[in-house]
């Protein structure tokens, strides 16, 4: 009886946590924006010269950003034909770097950290929305729901009321050679935020100032490959790898990185302008990039494995151990293993805590991680997958498993009071560790595009030690059934 609530206790948090961290996680921000259902007044002749509520927003957006485009473009219209007079949108549109102080400042009144900030910025009411996934989810609920009470005004903040009584500026004319353009190349992620506002910071001024003499690429890095590509470019430039990040614009012979774009990219503008612009950088191709000119193709193949082959076994061998385990469950009988073998489950927890604390390491202090032969372990660091919820890195959450994992077989070690729940606890948390470990290394090759080989030494540990913990959880449970 304990056994099968325990397992329906189990297949609901499953569903729960597919249902929360999955979409958060994995759901591409080029997904089909969801369009609002048409609602109907039941008696529109009742509500004819009545006062009707009305709901004021205000969307912070950069010029160039194709997040704050998709909304501009995809989710405010059908909104906006909804609902009519009863929606008004400010749009303010984020230029300089002092704005971007201004949005840090707007989103600091709301308990928003500088690291969560980011472009499009939607307030309404008390209310928050960031980013291109949390926009057009929430923002047709919450329409609906200061409507039906009475409507909501702009917030009242000083912040904000700088931001929006700011004048605009007036363009400078200055002295160019008839046609000249000054043509630059962008290498960003488009799901940065950090690097959408630097871009916006950077571009935002001078676009303005010079318009159509102004003309910038744009390189989405995504892949690992993406990322080898840019780093063979930056080499080209004498910039070392560990030099590089992002965002960065090549602009003729120089190359600005990050905070330095905003600084120097304007006079550097204006000085090709003043001898007659300046056409794109002329960079490597990636096939160029990716196998240097004069190699051995065969040669260079060999020195780096993408390691897919090596993550979609180590994906199948999580499954089969999740199935298992919880036939074993079901069933009450698992595989003996020696006396040992139990002493096998600290000494993996340690190797795990080491990886996991190297990944943390990687994660938060933003260094280059050592790969080693196989995958690109860099590129999967820098996705927008190495943070759940864009908040807390998973090596982090990984670290603290491996700590709730020791604690546990502790528990059940020398503590007799507590054996039982200590079995089940690891059980449970090395299933769950499974579970998530299945999904981001199904994320590495076919989302990501490139392999993390630390992730899949990990995903391993934790394979162990499920199969490792099944035995002890089997046995509590059979002795409670048997008590019962």
Known sequence: ?????????????????????????????????????????????????????????????????????????????????????????????????????????????YGIPRDRVGV????????????????????????????????VDRPSIPSLNDFLIQTTPTPLSIPSINGAVVRATLFTTLDCRDCQLEVGAALGPVREKYGEQFEVR????????DVEY???????????????????????????IGEQMAVELPDLVASYLATGGVD???ITTRSEAVLPVN??????????????????????LMAAALIYSL??????????LPAWADWLIPALIVIGIGVAGYLS??????????????????????????????????????????????????????LPKLETSAAIGFWGMAFFAVVFSLYLTYLEPFVIKAVCIWCLASAVIVTLLLLLGTPPAVLQFTISDEDE
Not at 41 to 67: N, R, S, Y
Not at 127 to 148: K, S
Not at 230 to 256: C, F, K, M, N, T
Not at 295 to 316: E, H, K, Q, W
Request: aromatic content about 8%; hydrophobic content about 45%.
């Open 120 to 151: 499009p910025f939607l307030i309404i009411g008390d209310q928050v929305l960031v980013g291109l996934q949390q926009i057009p989810e929430e923002l047709p609920g919450l329409i609906e729901r200061y409507l039906a009470q009475g409507g």
């Open 280 to 282: 794109w950088p002329s």
């Open 230 to 256: 840019l780093y063979r470019v930056a080499e080209s430039y004498g910039i070392p790898r560990q030099e590089v990040d992002l965002p960065l614009i090549i602009v003729g012979d120089h190359l600005l």
């Open 361 to 414: 390491y990687v994660e938060t202090q933003s260094v280059e991680a050592v790969c080693g032969p196989v995958g690109d372990c860099n590129a999967v660091q820098q996705s927008r997958y190495a943070k759940l919820f864009d908040i807390l890195p998973v090596g982090v959450l990984g670290l603290l498993g491996y700590l709730g994992l020791i604690a546990a077989w502790l528990a059940r070690r020398f």
């Open 327 to 336: 036939v074993a469950l079901w069933r009450g009988a698992a595989f003996p």
């Open 218 to 225: 744009t390189v989405d890095i995504v892949t690992g490959e």
């Open 1 to 109: 009886m304990k056994r099968a609530a325990t397992l329906l206790f189990l297949t609901i948090s499953l569903l729960l946590f597919a249902l929360v961290v999955f979409p958060a996680q994995a759901a591409p921000d080029s997904q089909a924006t969801p369009r609002p259902t048409p609602t109907y007044k039941a008696c529109h002749i009742c509500d004819e010269g009545l006062p009707q509520p009305v709901v004021h927003t205000i969307l912070f957006w950069m010029d160039g950003c194709p997040h704050c485009h998709e909304v501009l473009d995809n989710v405010l219209p059908p909104l906006r034909e909804k609902y009519g007079a009863q929606l008004e949108v400010l749009l303010v549109e984020v230029v300089g770097m002092d704005d971007v102080n201004r949005l840090y400042e707007v989103a600091a009144t």
């Open 295 to 316: 190699s051995d193709p065969n040669a260079s193949a060999t020195v780096r494995s993408d390691g897919f082959t090596l993550a979609i076994v180590i994906m199948a």
